[in-house]
């Protein structure tokens, strides 16, 4: 026999939601979908970095590793991020630490990395137990001020410490060191280019916030990438390209016998 099982009820009757599945659905993937564009996959365009960027970035600094400081183990690091800021695995952390250490993948390094960080060839770093770590001279123009009230800040996921929303951010780092990422729906594809190029462009924007993109690739004339290499795209083609958003760069080497 069929046992009869009352709906959950929380003492003041039934609770029971009466909603068209497809509004459920579509607005619970929105929900899901916005959680991913702004808090895992892309960057915020104020300091061109990923949460888990910032976190490992601002976990250096309060493990005071400055540049004129002894580096420490990145297992170290890792931990303190994982435990104070980035409830997530430690393998990912790892990953995010080492390509910020990379010069073959960031144009500014942000990480300053003792040992072996892998290669442009593909082989992969040493474990975070031998590898080490401290931030640049770079990473600490993007702190500077925080301790200023230059940024706000909001409570870490088991609201025991804070963490900023964002970073000062010294410099153009979003366009500077670019970056990749996908999300729900959206993804973004940013070259790095030259921090001098980009300062000039935006003391140009300061005295005339009407300038044309042309007028702003007089000082940033294409990407610059940290492999080097000779842009072989007509100009037109990479003024069509930051004008849309859309486009391509290609590269061609250079070699010496």
């Given amino acids: 026999m069929a046992k009869h099982i009352p709906p959950p009820s929380d003492g003041d009757g039934e609770r029971i939601i009466d909603e068209p599945l497809s509004e459920a659905l579509s607005r619970r993937y929105l929900a899901y979908a916005l959680s991913v564009i702004t808090d895992r996959a ?3 365009v104020r300091d ?3 949460p888990v960027q910032r976190r490992v970035l601002y976990a ?5 590793l400055n540049p004129e400081s002894a580096a420490r183990k990145c297992a170290k690091v890792v931990g303190e991020v994982m435990g104070g800021y980035h409830p997530h695995g430690d393998q990912s952390i790892y990953d995010t630490l080492v390509r910020m250490a990379q010069d073959f993948a960031q144009r500014y390094l942000l990480v300053d990395g003792q040992g072996n960080f892998g290669n442009i060839d593909g082989d992969n770093p040493a474990a975070m137990r031998y590898t080490e770590a401290r931030l640049t001279q770079a990473a600490t123009l993007l702190l500077d001020g925080i301790d200023e009230d230059a940024v706000d800040f909001k409570p870490t996921y088991d609201n025991q410490d804070e963490e900023p929303v964002v970073l000062p951010t010294g410099f153009p780092n979003l366009l500077a060191n670019g970056t990749t990422g996908i999300a729900v729906g959206m993804a973004t594809s940013i070259p790095p280019h030259n921090a001098a ?3 000039d462009a935006c003391s140009l924007l300061l005295e005339n916030p009407q300038a044309t993109t042309e007028e702003l690739m007089a000082h940033v004339q294409g990407p610059d990438f940290p492999t080097g290499g000779v842009i072989v795209e007509p100009r037109a083609s990479l003024l069509e390209t930051y004008e ?3 486009g391509g ?3 061609r080497a250079l070699w010496e016998k």
């Fill in 197 to 199: 190029e980009l300062i």
């Fill in 42 to 44: 892309l960057p915020d």
């Fill in 244 to 246: 849309t958003g859309r």
């Fill in 48 to 50: 061109g970095l990923k």
């Fill in 249 to 251: 760069v290609r590269l």
């Fill in 60 to 64: 250096m600094r309060e493990m005071r």
